[in-house]
């Protein structure tokens, strides 16, 4: 039978997701988060592969508004829910729906495609590059001490119902959106992503908690949510906090949050699981030995529209650089460029038939491109080319960033 691919109608929807279930392993979500998925799917967006009455590949895309270098948010597909059936595979299927879907961003003028990947592996040949990290700590508070600021014992903590705070921890969200890169500004909806919360999810923890951080005035400048799984051996409590969200406005603010939750009765070990690498509880724990951590990818970044992308963001240092990029897949980037910045102002890219400084594939320009890897560490690798002396020190140069980029949540 041949195979069809189009965008999915309203009422596929059910079929299409069924499809994607199964394509994960077949643990069905709980009714929810199924609901919450099935709000925020732009069916517009959806692509599915039809074999007779059966969805066998699907393909999807938020609408985005993401941060990056400087400060500016830029329009981004944030491509979500791509499965082939395991009846399907090594047909071409995966190919199609990559070729199809960023056909559509570059018409629709998004220039930059963003996604989370179950198997990083496979989206490096479609033109991704990991953008950035998260990094999971898991600390035994019996043994590590927080240093905090001054300021911090200034800071009122409250324990709020986490939907009844919901609008006071999407104010100080949004207003940190702008100054980390990777970070979405969340759209209406996006809100209830991280109140989710059942029991399926817990993996035997407490119902979510919420506690907010408050200036004298009463102004809410940072909050945690959280559960407590508690646990019990012959010797006593063995207890865990695991963080699931941890945002402030300012030190003072950030490190009597992290202090409390190091300070819950009959717990010993707090565990959060997608931090920023630069987080600055690094600095405060008195021994990062016993603060263990670990790095995974994140946010995996893709230039639909090189030169779009590249005049969106700001630049840390000054530059003028000719990069020949190789981009098979969208070859419309393909060729020599000129990038021409000054530290923080305006960036113009355009097409040039000047000799190359650097070279290099769309996949490491996608890396490096919102600040947190660096050019020289991929050239490192083996991934750029510097062909005129001094070249590569001045692109990475600016394309770094001061603080590391961070995708907050998953999607």
Request: charged share 20%; aromatic share 10%.
């Given at each position: 039978m041949t195979l069809e691919m189009r965008v999915i109608q309203t009422d596929e929807w059910d079929v299409w997701y069924d499809h994607l279930e199964l394509a994960?392993?077949?643990?069905?979500e709980s009714p929810a988060e199924r609901e919450l998925c099935k709000a925020l799917t732009d069916t517009d967006r959806a692509l599915g592969v039809w074999d007779g009455d059966g969805c066998?590949?699907?393909a999807g895309a938020f609408s985005f508004r993401l941060s990056v270098?400087?400060?500016?948010?830029?329009p981004a597909a944030g491509v979500t829910a791509v499965g082939v059936s395991p009846t399907h595979r090594?047909?071409?299927?995966?190919t199609s729906l990559m070729r199809r879907q960023l056909d559509d961003i570059r018409a629709g003028g998004e220039p930059l495609a963003?996604?989370?990947a179950s198997d990083p592996a496979i989206y490096g040949r479609f033109g991704y590059g990991t953008a950035a990290y998260a990094l999971a700590v898991e600390i035994d508070t019996t043994r590590v001490r927080l240093s905090v600021p001054p300021g911090t014992d200034g800071i009122r903590l409250r324990l709020a119902d986490p939907r009844k705070a919901l609008a006071d921890c999407e104010r100080v969200y949004a207003a940190l959106v702008s100054s980390r890169p990777g970070m979405p500004a969340r759209q209406p909806g996006w809100e209830e992503l991280p109140l989710l919360d059942a029991p399926s999810m817990r993996e035997g923890g407490s119902p979510l908690k919420c506690v907010v951080a408050?200036?004298?005035?009463g102004e809410v400048v940072g909050y945690a949510r959280y559960r407590v799984k508690a646990d019990w051996d012959l010797t006593g409590s063995e207890g865990k906090v695991e963080v699931s969200d941890l945002d402030a406005?300012?030190?003072?603010?950030?490190?009597?949050?992290?202090?409390?939750?190091?300070?819950?009765?009959?717990?010993?070990?707090?565990?959060a699981p997608r931090r920023p690498v630069d987080d600055a509880l690094l600095h405060l724990v008195s021994d990062i030995r016993r603060a263990r951590t670990r790095l995974r990818d994140s946010l995996h970044v893709r230039l639909v529209d090189l030169p779009a992308a590249l005049e969106a963001r700001a630049y840390g240092a000054p530059v003028d650089v000719v990069v020949a990029v190789e981009d098979a897949f969208c070859p419309w980037n393909e060729g020599r460029w000129r990038l021409v910045a000054d530290a923080g102002g305006a960036a113009r890219c355009t097409r040039t038939a000047e000799p190359a400084d650097l070279e290099l594939s769309v996949r490491e320009l996608g890396s490096a491109y919102l600040g947190g890897i660096t050019l020289t560490s991929l050239a490192a690798a083996g991934l750029v080319r510097e062909l005129r002396p001094g070249a590569l020190t001045e692109a990475s140069r600016a394309f770094a960033g001061d603080v590391a980029p961070w995708l907050p949540h998953s999607f």
């Open positions: 994960f392993g077949g643990v069905p066998v590949g699907s270098p400087g400060g500016a948010i830029v090594r047909r071409g299927i995966l963003v996604l989370t408050e200036r004298e005035d406005l300012d030190p003072a603010a950030s490190a009597a949050l992290w202090r409390y939750l190091f300070s819950i009765d009959l717990t010993w070990t707090v565990r």
